[in-house]
């Protein structure tokens, strides 16, 4: 799945993308659908980028403390 590999800029820019698209409400009802649940598998993929990169900071800062 391209959503798994999309780096953490990527993938908040593809969001953007499909958020615009949705709130243009040029879509069709099962567009509409079909990019939410999209955006709900991004944003997971986008918590999951954070957490890690957090957890990388928390390491850091107790190595430099």
Known sequence: DSIKSMSFESG?????????KVES???ALDQAIGS????VVLIARLRELLSGAE???KVLNKEGA
């Open 36 to 39: 939410y649940e999209r955006g």
């Open 25 to 27: 409400g040029g879509l």
């Open 55 to 57: 957890a990388k900071l």
């Open 12 to 20: 908040l820019k593809f969001l953007e993308e499909l958020v615009g």
